[in-house]
């Protein structure tokens, strides 16, 4: 039996993390007419249901955007059609890039890979209940968070590799900070033991992009820099500024920084703006599955 003091603050946890579950009826319903909730007829608002399979849902729509986007940028294409489910939204953007220095090729191959093999993986433990891959837009979306970050009015990540590694840093981090986020909340030990395991490889991921920015120096330590201010600002959460000393993404006692699903979507939804937001940025049409809408 969980003691009680552990099973308090898990049910925080677990809250707070799915904050972004949607909203109930009756607020929907305030938000479709335009309107406000009205305090004296909404006295609560009930914790949806949640289960493993809508945690893992809402990571598969990660990594369905991480996958289309790297494996674009090494080959051109994305995921094949019997990796992306049935009535799978379309991908607007993405293209080869003429990498010049092999070791990158070989380190965005890899991580192309990885993402792929995540898709399958979580699609296969998922089973009938595996969401299809929303629509993504891996061209305005670029544009919209580098006129949000303050470094230019447009941004192509695809057209050289350095750029490409500024991009997959809008990423990396994300990817980090929420699995860190939901994999405690994950009810069956295996469903934990994979997460965390995934968790771990986006990490690998995540410093190696991190190294090979630093290397870089400006413009695109900057670049890197602006959109870690910018994730701060639309999705909340603690960001480490990146330069030589500083390489990893953790609080002070070496422990990542992890993200709510709330902060998540307003961030992969490029929407810093509070309250309640389904759709934008990289995700033009939304998320697919259960957790798909912030709440704050």
């Known amino acids: 039996m969980k003691k009680l003091p552990r099973l308090f603050t898990e049910n925080l946890s677990r809250r707070?993390?799915?904050?972004?579950?949607?909203m109930t009826a009756a607020a929907a319903a305030a938000v479709g007419c335009g309107?406000?909730?009205?305090?004296?007829t909404v006295t609560s608002i009930p914790t949806p249901s949640i289960t493993d399979a809508d945690i893992l849902n809402f990571a598969l729509n990660l990594e369905y955007l991480e996958a289309?986007?790297?494996?674009?940028?090494?080959?051109?294409?994305?995921?094949?059609?019997?990796?992306?489910?049935?009535?799978?939204?379309?991908?607007?953007g993405g293209a080869a890039v003429s990498f010049k220095t092999p070791a990158i090729q070989q380190y965005a191959q890899e991580i192309a890979n990885h993402e792929q093999e995540h898709v399958r993986f979580l699609r296969k433990a998922l089973g009938s209940a595996a969401v299809s891959r929303p629509s993504i837009d891996l061209t305005n979306s670029f544009n919209a968070a580098a006129m949000a970050a303050g470094i230019g009015s447009a941004f192509n990540p695809f057209a050289d590799e350095n750029s490409f590694l500024v991009g997959a840093f809008v990423?990396?981090?994300?990817?980090?900070?929420?699995?860190?986020?939901?994999?405690?909340?994950?009810?069956?030990?295996?469903?934990?033991?994979?997460?965390?395991g995934i968790l771990a490889t986006e990490a690998?991921?995540?410093g190696t992009i991190r190294t090979l920015i630093t290397e870089l120096g400006d413009p695109y330590l900057t670049f890197a820099n602006k959109i870690s201010a910018l994730r701060a600002s639309a999705?909340?959460?603690a960001e480490t500024t990146l330069d030589g000393s500083h390489i990893v993404a953790a609080d002070s006692n070496s422990i990542s920084y992890d993200r709510t699903?709330?902060?998540?979507?307003?961030?992969?939804?490029?929407?810093?703006?509070?309250?309640?937001?389904s759709k934008g940025g990289f995700f033009p049409n939304g998320l697919n599955g259960t957790i798909k809408a912030s709440a704050s």
């Open 16 to 22: 707070g993390f799915l904050a972004g579950a949607g």
């Open 171 to 196: 990423f990396e981090d994300v990817g980090v900070t929420a699995y860190h986020g939901a994999a405690g909340l994950l009810s069956d030990k295996n469903n934990l033991a994979a997460a965390a």
């Open 68 to 92: 289309e986007f790297y494996l674009r940028a090494v080959t051109g294409s994305g995921l094949s059609t019997t990796d992306t489910g049935s009535g799978a939204g379309d991908v607007t």
């Open 235 to 237: 999705g909340g959460g």
């Open 35 to 40: 309107g406000s909730a009205d305090s004296s």
């Open 204 to 206: 690998y991921h995540a």
């Open 261 to 277: 699903a709330d902060q998540v979507l307003h961030i992969v939804y490029l929407n810093p703006a509070s309250g309640f937001v």
